[in-house]
């Protein structure tokens, strides 16, 4: 599972406008509702803050990984969105976070959204991987970015 | 008349497309050749340990996600005991958790396996694909023969024709 197919140039923002948590959460699901795969804002939106509240999915070295499954999504979904000055995502080091992989899944989706997960574990574990999207100047270099370290 | 030369198959399951295509190819061959048929699905653990380590997910969602795949497995099992039954083939199904690859090949050996069968391989793009990706692996790791199922058309035409119980 990649995530370059999972992503396009309207699902990815390289300058996230928002600055607290739950504006980015919203600011990265209209980015993934523009793949038409989320039929319900707020059942997906709920869904995703539900997770937070379990435990906050700002990882560290600047890597936040909001997610949930939701019968809001027909299929599995996902944007990205990209801060360079950072935003406080009550991060597990406590550092900003820059760069934000949003999941939504089906319900019945579980083998496709674990590998998505692990994939964006494994690519984010190499710094420079995660230094070039963050210096990333447009949606396509981006993408770019990322098929190269597929 | 002359045994032939592929007594024990085992068909790995992996919810992928490409695993039910090989589940019909499985139950052609095994009907034609009298072979005994087995399939497999390994509930990939690791992966969901990979993901407690890299934070993403809590021990609550693992539990969660563990028994979302072990509902996957059951459901395409299920589904492909039915593709058997069909077509009056026996299938033993097999459904554990742990580290798919490692199972898989382990299976192979404790069975007396003499023929894998499998769906398409992903692509390989990258180095790190060959090592991530579990198909690419038991494919790699087997101790006996395996069969890739391409074609998919196909192999519906050749199931298809295959007659009925």
């Known amino acids: 599972m990649r995530l370059s197919g999972l992503l396009s140039e309207e699902t990815i923002i390289i300058s996230l406008s928002d600055k607290d948590k739950q504006s980015v959460i919203e600011e990265l699901l209209e980015l993934a509702m523009k793949t038409g795969k989320i039929t319900n804002r707020e059942t997906a939106l709920k869904a995703v803050m539900d997770r937070e509240q379990l435990m906050s999915t700002g990882l560290e070295k600047g890597v936040a990984v909001p997610h949930a499954k939701s019968s ?15 935003i406080d995502f009550e991060s597990a080091d406590g550092k900003p976070s820059h760069l934000f992989f949003f999941i939504l899944a089906p319900e019945a989706a579980a083998g496709p959204n674990v590998q998505v997960l692990a994939q964006i574990a494994r690519l984010t574990s190499d710094p420079e991987f995660c230094q070039a999207l963050k210096s990333a100047s447009s949606p396509m270099e981006v993408l770019e970015i990322i098929r190269d370290a597929e | ?40 699905y390994v509930v990939n653990v690791s992966l969901l340990k990979e993901l407690v380590k890299a934070k993403i997910f809590v021990r609550i969602e693992e539990m969660d996600y563990e028994q979302d795949l072990e509902q996957d497995g059951k459901r ?10 069909i077509k009056g ?33 992903e692509p390989v793009r990258s180095r790190t694909d060959t090592y991530h990706d579990e198909a690419e692996l038991i494919f790699r790791k087997a101790k006996c023969s395996v069969l890739v199922v391409k074609d998919v058309d196909q192999v519906e035409r050749i199931y298809n024709a295959l007659e009925s119980n």
């Not at chain 2, 299920?78 to 593709?83: D, G, H, K, V």
Request: charged letters at 20%; aromatic letters at 6%; proline letters at 1%.
């Open chain 1, 72 to 86: 809001a999504a027909s299929e599995l979904t996902m944007s990205l969105g990209i801060s360079k000055e950072g």
């Open chain 2, 1 to 40: 008349m002359m045994e032939g030369p592929v007594k024990k198959i085992l068909l790995f399951v992996d919810g992928s497309e490409g695993c039910i295509a090989a589940a019909q190819y499985a139950i052609t061959l095994s009907r034609t050749m009298g072979a005994e048929l087995w399939a497999l």
């Open chain 2, 76 to 85: 395409y099992l299920n589904y492909i005991s039915e593709l058997a039954r």
């Open chain 2, 89 to 121: 083939v026996e299938i033993k199904t097999e459904l554990i958790k742990g580290v798919v690859n490692r199972e898989v090949v382990e299976r192979i050996g404790q069975w007396g396996i003499d023929l894998l069968v499998m769906g398409e391989l």
